[in-house]
C-alpha cells in the first residue's frame, strides 16, 4: 500500500491536461508582481486609471496620468477621508470663540480698575456716603459687579430734570418749564414682550442700523456706517470677538431707532427701553476707553435722552463730552490740518455734534455757554456721504454741490442756525443782561431777523426723505422757533412792542400746524423735544392774544378757538397717552378758555396793547419770589391782578416761565 500522503498528494494532482497546464501558470501569483512593487500599499488608481487598467502614481489631487490627460481625476474610495457624522468640531470651536471673547472682556474690565488712581477710589467712597439719600435710576441696578468709576457712571444715569431733595433750598422760580413736567417723572422699566435672549441680533439688527441711519444720523453724524457695521455690528453679530465698546454702541442705535418706532411697529418686538438697559451694564467701559470713542458714547447718550431725558442726565453727560473735546483741542484748526480725509472729517463732525448738543442745552436749561463760538477754529466738516470719506483721491476734495439725504448738508445747515441762536441768546436771555435802548433793541433783532430769512431760504431741499429733521417743516419749526426766541420777553426787552406781540402770535401759530402737518405725514413719534415745544408755542399763542386787543381783533375768535383745540389735540396725539402730555394739554385747556373769554370784553379805545398785563408780566419774568415781600407789589399781584389773570399767575407759580428758558426745544 502507498503511503497516506502519497495518496493526498495524487489526488491533489490535476487529472486532465488543462488542468496539468494551469497549475504552473497559478505558482507566480503567490508573489507580488514585479511593477507593483515601487507603490505604496495605501496607493490606489483612479477610477479613469482603473477602467484603463493602467498605472496610476496615486498623487493627489489630480494624478499624472490624468494630468498629463487634461482630463478630471476621480480619487479611489480609499483615499477619500470621509468625516465622523458624530463630530462636534463646529460646537467646540464657537464655544473656544465666546470663551476668548470673555476673556478680552474681563481683561479690558481689569484694565479700566487700574487705570483710576487712588484719590478716585477715595472721592467713590465719600460720595456714596453723601449720596445714601439719592435713589439711583432703575437701569444701574442689578447684578452686575461694582467698578471704581461706579458712580461716575451713574450719574450720567440720573434724571436730567430732577427735583432737589428738601435739605437742599435752591430758588425754584430759576426752573423751567420742564422741570415742573418732567420733574416728578420716574422711568418707569416696560415688560419686556421677548426675552432678549431669545432673540438673534440678526432678526432685528439690519432693520434698526437703517432707521437709525436714515432718521437720526443726519442730525448728529457722530458714527461712520461702514466702520460701525463692520468693526462693531458684524462681530456681535457672528459671534466674534467684539472690541470693548461693541456692546454698548450697537445696543445704543438699537435703543435709539427703537425709539423712532410707531407702536405698531413695536408690537412683538424688544422696546428701546429694553436696550438701553442692556447697553448702559457696559457704560463703566466707556469712560476707560480712548477720548474719541468716548466721545462719541456720550453722544449716543444724549441722542437717547432727547426721547427720555429722565432716563440720561444730558447736562452732565454734554459738559463732558465737551471737556473731552476739548481737552483733546478738537476746536482747533490745526489739530484736523495733519490729518487724512476720513479721520480729519470724523474729528470734525464729533466737535460740532457736541456744539450743537452743548448749545442746546445751555440755551434750553438757562445756563452758561460751555464754549465761545471766538475760540473755535475748526472748519465746518464737508458735505459728504461715508462712502466718500474712504475713497482716497490725489487732490483736494470737493463737497457736494446738490444735497443728498445721506451726506451732512443737514448737520452743515443746523450749525449755523446754532451760531445764530447763541448769539441771540448771550445778547438778550443771559441773565446778567439789561435792559435795551430802543433803538439799540430794534437794531439787534432787526439783523438777527434778516440772518434767520437768510437761513430758512437756503435750507437744503430732499425728496424723499424718511428723516423728519430733513421736511421743510423742520426746517419752518426751527426758524419760528429762533423768531420766538427773538422777539419774546426777554432781560434785554421784558415789555413787548406791538410788532413783536404780532411776530410772536404768527411764528407760534405756524410751529403748531407745522408739528400738525409732520403728525398728518407720520413723520414725527413722542419726544421730549416736540412735546416741550408744542407746549410753550401754544403758551406764546395764548399769551399774544391776551397781550393785545389789536391781535385779538386780527385772528378773531373762531380762528383762535380752533388753535387752542389743534394745539390741545396734538399734545394728547404726540404723547401718545403719557401723564406729561395730559398735564401740558390741561395747562393749554386752562389758559385757552380764560383767553378766550377775553374776546367778549368790549375793547379800549386807543388801546392796542394791555400795558398793565405786560408790565406784570415782565415783573413775574425777572423777580423770583424771594425778592418778592409780602407786602411788595410781586406778593401781592396774585390778589391784585383781575380774575381773568388769575390762571397765568398760577402759571408763574408753577415756575412755567416764559423768560430765561422760555422755549426748551432742545434738538430745534
Known amino acids: 500500500m502507498r503511503p497516506m500522503d502519497e495518496e493526498v498528494s495524487s489526488a491533489e494532482q490535476p487529472s486532465s491536461p488543462i488542468g ?6 497559478s505558482q507566480p501569483s503567490r508573489s507580488p508582481h514585479l511593477h507593483r512593487q515601487r507603490f505604496r500599499r495605501s496607493a490606489a488608481a483612479c477610477e479613469r486609471c482603473r477602467r484603463r ?10 494624478c499624472s496620468s490624468c494630468a498629463q490627460a487634461r482630463v478630471p481625476c476621480i480619487p479611489s474610495e480609499r483615499l477619500v477621508v470621509r468625516s465622523d457624522s458624530n463630530c462636534n468640531c463646529a460646537e467646540l470651536r464657537e464655544h473656544v470663540s465666546r470663551l476668548e471673547a470673555e476673556i478680552q472682556l474681563l481683561t479690558s474690565q481689569l484694565a479700566s480698575k487700574t487705570d483710576v488712581p487712588q484719590r478716585a477710589t477715595l472721592h467713590v467712597a465719600d460720595s456714596s456716603a453723601t449720596d445714601e439719600t439719592t435713589p439711583l435710576p432703575q437701569a444701574t441696578s442689578g447684578d452686575k459687579p461694582q467698578y471704581p468709576d461706579a458712580p461716575y457712571s451713574e450719574r450720567i444715569l440720573r434724571p436730567t430734570f430732577a427735583k432737589h431733595g428738601p435739605k437742599e433750598t435752591v430758588e425754584q422760580s430759576f426752573w423751567s418749564s420742564p422741570w415742573h413736567l418732567w420733574g416728578d417723572m420716574t422711568v418707569e422699566p416696560s415688560p419686556g414682550a421677548i426675552d432678549p435672549g431669545s432673540l438673534s441680533i440678526g432678526d432685528y439688527g439690519p432693520q434698526l442700523i437703517e432707521i437709525f441711519f436714515a432718521r437720526r444720523w443726519s442730525q448728529f453724524p457722530i458714527l461712520h456706517r461702514g466702520t460701525f457695521y463692520n468693526e462693531h455690528y458684524l462681530p456681535l453679530s457672528q459671534e466674534l470677538p467684539p472690541r470693548p465698546l461693541s456692546s454698548f454702541q450697537v445696543n445704543m442705535v438699537f435703543a435709539i431707532a427703537a425709539a423712532e418706532r410707531g407702536p405698531a411697529d413695536s408690537q412683538h418686538r424688544l422696546s428701546h427701553e429694553d436696550f438701553f ?3 448702559v451694564r457696559d457704560l463703566h467701559l466707556v469712560l476707560a476707553e480712548d477720548d474719541l470713542a468716548c466721545i462719541q458714547c ?39 490740518a495733519g490729518k487724512d480725509l476720513f479721520n480729519a472729517e470724523m474729528c470734525k463732525r464729533l466737535f460740532w455734534s457736541v456744539y450743537l448738543m452743548d448749545r442746546s442745552m445751555s440755551i434750553a436749561m438757562g445756563r452758561p455757554l460751555g464754549i465761545r463760538d471766538a475760540d473755535i477754529t475748526v472748519p465746518l466738516p464737508l458735505q459728504l456721504t461715508d462712502d466718500q470719506l474712504r475713497v482716497e483721491a490725489s487732490g483736494p476734495v470737493m463737497a457736494n454741490l446738490v444735497p443728498q439725504c445721506n451726506d451732512t448738508s443737514t448737520f452743515v445747515h443746523v450749525i449755523k442756525l446754532r451760531r445764530i441762536n447763541a448769539e441771540i441768546y448771550q445778547t438778550l436771555h443771559s441773565v446778567g443782561s ?29 425728496f424723499p426723505t424718511p428723516s423728519m429733521f430733513q421736511m421743510p417743516e423742520w426746517f419752518q419749526i426751527a426758524y419760528h422757533h429762533a423768531v420766538l426766541s ?20 404768527d411764528s407760534s401759530i405756524s410751529l403748531i400746524s407745522c408739528y400738525a402737518s409732520l403728525y398728518a405725514k407720520n413723520k414725527i413719534t413722542y419726544t421730549f423735544v416736540a412735546l416741550n415745544s408744542l407746549f410753550m408755542a401754544g403758551v406764546t399763542m395764548l399769551h399774544s392774544l391776551r397781550a393785545s386787543a389789536a391781535v385779538r381783533q386780527e385772528l378773531g375768535k373762531p380762528a383762535a378757538e380752533a388753535n387752542v383745540k ?9 404723547s401718545r397717552g403719557r401723564a406729561v402730555g395730559a398735564r401740558c394739554a390741561q395747562i393749554i385747556e386752562r389758559l385757552g378758555h380764560i383767553t378766550l373769554t377775553v374776546f367778549d370784553q368790549a375793547p379800549q379805545p386807543d388801546e392796542e396793547l394791555d ?23 410781586q406778593g401781592q399781584a396774585g390778589d391784585l391782578m383781575p380774575s381773568i389773570d388769575v390762571a397765568w399767575n398760577d402759571l408763574f407759580a408753577q415756575g412755567f416761565k416764559l423768560s430765561e428758558t422760555g422755549y426748551m426745544n432742545l434738538f430745534l
Not at 20 to 25: G, T, V
Not at 53 to 62: A, F, S, T, V
Not at 623 to 628: E, T
Request: charged share 15%.
Open 434 to 462: 439789561g435792559m435795551m435802548d430802543s433803538a439799540a433793541l430794534d437794531a439787534i433783532r432787526h439783523g438777527h431777523y434778516v440772518h434767520l430769512n437768510e437761513w430758512l431760504v437756503s435750507a437744503p431741499r430732499y
Open 53 to 62: 487598467k493602467q498605472k496610476c502614481d496615486g498623487k493627489l489631487p489630480i
Open 611 to 633: 400795558i398793565e398785563f405786560l408790565s406784570w408780566f415782565g415783573l413775574k419774568c425777572h423777580h423770583s419770589s424771594a425778592d418778592a415781600t409780602p407786602g411788595s407789589e
Open 277 to 279: 438697559r442692556i447697553a
Open 20 to 25: 496539468a497546464e494551469a497549475a504552473p501558470s
Open 486 to 505: 427773538l422777539y419774546r420777553p426777554s432781560h434785554g426787552a421784558p415789555v413787548a412792542s406791538l410788532s413783536a406781540v404780532r411776530l410772536c402770535l
Open 298 to 336: 456720550l453722544l449716543l447718550l444724549c441722542m437717547y435722552g432727547s426721547n427720555e431725558p429722565q432716563s440720561v442726565n444730558m447736562w452732565y453727560t454734554t459738559g463732558l463730552a465737551l471737556r473731552l473735546a476739548v481737552g483733546i483741542d478738537l476746536h482747533r484748526y490745526e489739530t484736523v
Open 566 to 574: 389743534s394745539c390741545v389735540g396734538l399734545l394728547h396725539n404726540v
